[in-house]
């Protein structure tokens, strides 16, 4: 069975610009959230969303945007990217949402490194 | 806010030891403590949960710990092996912090043949 697949792999743009990041989660799970790992340090939540609709979001400014199809697939979108943008973008997939034991173990793509110059 | 605290410095051991790495978590009480696996350029991979009623769970050759009064937990890996080198994060879940699930910013491990 196919893992967590992640579109692109890398991406180079330039400040100002839009990137559309995209996720296609492993079948028959329904909960997709991404992640921002910047170098050295830990993923940082950004966004859930379980069933089309986001049911979490971490902090970051209304410049990132995501949704969720109805396939399950998800995009991420960032709008005037700045240099602090640059990070390796991870999705990860889970079956469904909730803090159930089952619903903790969250399968990561190998993400897309974006770098902003 | 709250913050988790993992070993910023990279610990480097002998093949055949026990592998300690530590997590410390402030202004949380979370549901679920997870540990993860990431290698160089590739996403975490999930490798033990633990819930916050439990002290300690194994999985082959992997021990983690979970004191909710320390608000710690300490991840070893036995009989460890070259293979085992990789970063190692620290994730929490529930409780306190909702659906969003937390990082620290991970131990880099080395194990030396």
């Known amino acids: 069975d196919a893992g967590v697949t992640q579109s692109p792999t890398h991406l180079i743009k330039t400040r100002g610009q839009q990137v559309t990041l995209r996720c296609s989660p492993i079948?028959?799970?329904?909960?997709v959230s991404w992640y921002q790992q910047v170098l050295g340090q830990g993923p940082q939540f950004i966004f859930q969303?379980?069933?089309?609709?986001?049911?979490g979001r971490g902090n970051f400014p209304d410049r990132f945007s995501a949704r969720q199809f109805p396939n399950y697939s998800s995009e991420l979108n960032v709008n005037a990217l700045l240099l602090g943008d640059s990070a390796l973008y991870l999705c990860?997939?889970?079956?469904?949402?909730?803090?159930?034991?089952?619903?903790?173990?969250?399968?990561f793509g190998p993400g897309t490194r974006l770098t902003v110059l | 806010s709250q913050k988790i605290e993992q070993n910023s410095e990279a610990l480097n051991i002998q093949e055949g030891k026990t592998a300690t790495l530590t997590c410390n978590y402030t202004?949380?009480?979370?549901?679920?403590l997870q540990w993860y696996r990431q290698d160089p350029g590739r996403g975490p991979v999930f490798l033990l949960l633990?819930?916050?009623?439990?002290k300690e769970k194994r999985k082959e050759r992997l021990k983690v710990t979970f004191d909710t009064t320390l608000k710690q937990s300490l991840f070893h890996i036995t009989a460890s092996q070259p293979a085992d080198s990789a970063t190692y994060l620290c994730?929490?879940?529930?409780?306190?912090?909702?659906?969003?699930?937390?990082f620290g910013a991970g131990t880099r491990l080395f194990v030396k043949a």
């Open positions: 990860a997939s889970s079956l469904r949402q909730g803090l159930g034991v089952t619903y903790n173990e969250q399968f």
């Open positions: 079948s028959g799970h329904k909960s």
């Open positions: 969303y379980y069933e089309k609709e986001e049911r």
């Open positions: 202004n949380y009480s979370p549901a679920y």
């Open positions: 633990i819930r916050e009623n439990e």
């Open positions: 994730a929490l879940r529930g409780g306190t912090g909702g659906f969003k699930t937390i």
